[in-house]
């Protein structure tokens, strides 16, 4: 019988850990409702580097029941934490985003501060996340604070919304 390491951080056989694999099967799922599907297809999961048989098994909530062979059919939330980096009037942070809806909100939030970073869009888009929190941690909501931490450096250490379980910023 084959040991693992504890808390499933053992590297697979393609050199991935345990939560590079869930982030891609979250990105699948999320692909499938940013993209307005009601199904999770191949070619989705494929495209965020998973099956759908990995899916299927690790975040079985996410979908509706079925039968083994079925399509997997996507509920519109899911009740899956997982920490995330979010930009706040401190700085950067780590928060655990419960549920789809407060990842999505992360996932927005981060979108429209780097939109507004590049001058892509308006400061006063982050006006809509006054009051908006991530595992009750307010996120920012003003512009000039923005470009404030964007000068000290605060945001160049920003690599990507999800973070592995137990790192810090």
Known sequence: MKRRKPNGRSKRLDGTSRQDEDIRGLAAINR???EGFE????TMAEAEG???????????????PSH?????????TDPYSWPVEILTESGPQIATARGSRERELAGR???????????????SILRQFRNKTVDG????ADPERLFDLARGGATETLDALYVSPGASV
């Open 32 to 34: 499938a409702r940013n």
């Open 50 to 64: 998973t099956t759908l048989a990995f899916v299927r098994r690790r975040f079985p909530k996410a979908f509706y």
């Open 39 to 42: 199904y999770l297809t191949r």
């Open 109 to 123: 939030h981060r979108a429209a501060w780097l939109g507004v970073l590049t001058n892509r869009k308006p400061g």
């Open 68 to 76: 083994y062979g079925d399509r997997l059919r996507v509920k519109p």
């Open 137 to 140: 941690v307010k996120l920012l």
